[in-house]
Each structure stands twice: as structure tokens, then as C-alpha cells.
């Protein structure tokens, strides 16, 4: 029986074999199937079920970065994705009220994750958007929603669906900007697990140049083992 770690190193081969050189979408449709999120799931469960997939891969220590919007400055930050992924996914009672538009009501749904599969037509992020809020009412209604029911209806989605978008609070250690530093979820976790299967690879094919190994048997050598033949055949 493989170790657990051997056991997240051959999950992760395999997630990158069902998504290397994919599409965007159909690469991110590959991690949300690996974390069990169903189309029907709405994109903050998604969220959640990426960052319960990547702390089971790589542990809960989450290294991010994201650029200053003032000065341009990588800015590096540690989070937890286990307690990210405990507190995104919405309450079971969560369902948006209806919305009073001119003199009747629209009823809203909170989006999910097959809505994204049908944005990715989209030329551009306010047609996208557009597109999403038709979705969400089952179609635009008639009247238009005026700015005012666009206000409260993109609350309502947040309030009901607070994992949907990811951010976190930031503050720049070079110019001291403050802003807050959006994290689209399954990219950022397809970036950790591409590096990791890379590392991979490279390591089976140094292995199996020095010593002829085939790339299971370089695979069931334990982490440390690999390293010490990693080291003496000069390959780290």
C-alpha cells in the first residue's frame, strides 16, 4: 500500500494527465470533477471543493502572490486554503429572495458552475456579466432591471454565495497601497499542480538515465530515498 505521499504525488500525475494542454475551461472542468463539484454546484461549493482538492494534494500552507495595483510590486502571502475551503461553500438554506423589478417580482438563483461553461463565448467581461445575470433570472426580464434592482441583485448573489469570489486584504510592503487582491481558484491550483508533476517527471527522468529505473519503480522510492539518488547522481 503506497504511503500518503506517494499516493499525492501519483493523484497528482494523473490530475495533470486528464488536464495538460487542455483549454482554459475544459482544464478547470478537469479539477472540478477530481474535487467532486458537480455542474449544478454553485461556483462558491466549487471554490470550496478546489481548495479542499489542494490542501489534500499540497496541504493547507498556501503560498499566493499578487502584483500591487499602485507600484507593480510582487507582493508574497501565506493562507490556509483548509479553513478557506470550511468557511466558502453557502449554507444549505442560502436561496436569493425575489427581487421587485417595476411592478412585479424576478426570482434569482445563485450562479453554478456549468453558467461559467457558457461564458467562455463571451467577447468580453461585461457581455459575460450580462450573461450571467440573464442566467440567473432564468432569461432578462421585462422591464430591464434598473441600476438600483442591479445593486441589490448583485448583493443578494454575494450575500447568499460569499465563496463565488475569492479575495484577500492587502497591504503593498513598498508603497504601503492597500487593496484587495482577487485569486481565481482553479488556475492558481492547476499552476501548484503542473509544478508539481513537473518535478516529477524531471526527478523519473534523471533516475532513469543514471540507474535504468522504469518511472514506477522511480515513483514507489520514498521521498527522502529519492532525494539521496537524486543527490549522488548529481541530478539535484
Known amino acids: ?14 490530475l495533470w494527465d486528464q488536464a495538460a494542454g487542455r483549454p ?13 463539484a458537480t455542474p449544478t454546484a454553485s461556483i ?16 493547507a500552507a498556501w503560498r499566493l502572490r499578487a502584483a500591487c495595483p499602485a507600484c507593480r510590486t510582487d507582493c508574497e502571502f501565506t493562507a490556509d486554503s483548509a479553513a478557506l475551503a470550511a468557511g466558502l461553500a453557502p449554507a444549505a438554506s442560502a436561496a436569493p429572495p425575489r427581487i421587485a423589478n417595476g411592478s412585479g417580482e424576478v426570482a434569482l ?33 421585462s422591464p430591464a432591471p434598473d441600476p438600483e434592482t442591479l445593486a441589490r441583485i448583485e448583493a443578494e448573489l454575494e450575500r447568499c454565495d460569499p465563496g463565488a469570489v475569492v479575495a484577500f486584504a492587502l497591504d503593498c510592503p513598498d508603497c504601503g497601497h ?4 482577487v485569486i481565481d481558484i482553479a488556475p492558481a491550483l492547476w ?30 522510492l520514498p521521498q527522502a530515498r ?8 548529481g541530478a539535484s
Open 1 to 14: 500500500m503506497p504511503s500518503a505521499a506517494m499516493q499525492r504525488e501519483q493523484d497528482i500525475l494523473a
Open 24 to 36: 482554459r475551461r475544459l482544464r478547470d472542468d478537469a479539477l472540478f470533477a477530481a474535487a467532486g
Open 44 to 59: 462558491g461549493a466549487g471554490n470550496a471543493a478546489l481548495l479542499a482538492l489542494r490542501t489534500r494534494l499540497f496541504g
Open 109 to 141: 438563483r445563485l450562479p453554478t458552475l456549468s453558467d461559467l461553461e457558457h461564458l467562455a463565448a463571451a467577447p468580453d467581461s461585461a457581455t459575460a456579466t450580462e450573461w450571467l445575470l440573464a442566467r440567473c433570472l432564468g432569461g432578462m426580464p
Open 178 to 181: 492597500g487593496w484587495q487582491a
Open 191 to 220: 499552476a501548484e499542480v503542473q509544478a508539481a508533476a513537473e518535478r516529477s517527471l524531471l526527478e523519473v527522468d534523471a533516475l532513469a538515465r543514471e540507474y535504468g529505473w522504469s518511472e514506477a519503480e522511480v515513483l514507489a
Open 226 to 233: 529519492r532525494a539521496a539518488y537524486l543527490q549522488l547522481s
